[in-house]
């Protein structure tokens, strides 16, 4: 299970960090991502942290955003910063299936409103 | 960049018809990137097709997918209520790091 929080009003430049707690699982056994789905647009990939701990980014958030993961408390953090108005969407943290390209499990998400 | 274009943009069909999606790739794909998912209002997004056509646990057959090189398909026979839902494909990449969906289809009850 996914259950993601943190999500809330921010104003445009402000910074916020999400959480994903993983149970039933350990988070370092499978690569893990977030996705975003915007108001009224598509899901969106934002990142991943594969289980040798390895990052990769979105280009729309690279250099903003960065995934860590506490393996003691089986959690995933995104910290995102330097938020603009095309930040504010529903975040996902979603697990990927081990020796495929996909995510199996998925939380019921987070959202996030950037606007002054 | 590798473009993913989900056609129709929005499918009216009846419980118990059939549904064929097409999801077309700018260039071409290896089957074993392109999965399929299903968002309804709400829900979490909910993976059902995985390597072009492998069914994730719990999805029934009546969901298939097919294809490769640029055009990929989802095919859900014998529509039922809970079926009616934004459909989008994805492609992984980790070179680089672009993980595509499509901008999805609405399937809707007509």
């Known amino acids: 299970q996914l259950v993601e929080s943190g999500g809330t009003l921010v104003q445009p430049g402000g910074s916020l960090r999400l959480s994903c707690a993983v149970s039933g699982f350990n988070v370092r056994s499978n690569y893990m991502n977030w996705v975003r789905r915007a108001p009224g647009k598509g899901l969106e990939w934002v990142s991943v942290?594969?289980?040798?701990?390895?990052?990769d980014y979105a280009d729309s958030v690279k250099g903003r955003f960065n995934l860590t993961r506490d393996n003691s408390k089986n959690t995933l953090y995104l910290q995102m910063s330097s938020l603009t108005d095309e930040d504010t969407a529903v975040y996902y943290c979603?697990?990927?299936?081990?020796?495929?390209?996909?995510?199996?499990?998925w939380g019921q998400g987070t959202t996030v409103t950037v606007s002054s | 960049e590798i473009v993913l274009t989900q056609s129709p943009g929005t499918l009216s069909l009846s419980p118990g018809e059939s549904a064929t999606l097409s999801c077309r790739a700018s260039q071409n794909l290896s089957s074993s990137y392109l999965v399929w998912y299903h968002l309804k209002p709400g829900q979490a997004p909910r993976l059902l097709i995985y390597g072009a056509f492998r069914r994730a646990t719990g999805i029934p057959d009546r969901f298939s997918g097919r294809g490769s090189g640029t055009d990929f398909t989802l095919t859900i026979s014998r529509l039922e209520p809970e079926d009616f839902a934004v459909y989008y494909c994805q492609h992984f990449s980790r070179s680089p790091p672009l993980n595509t969906f499509g901008q999805g289809t609405k399937l809707e009850i007509k």
């Open positions: 979603a697990r990927g299936l081990n020796g495929f390209y996909a995510m199996d499990v």
């Open positions: 942290i594969y289980s040798g701990g390895t990052t």
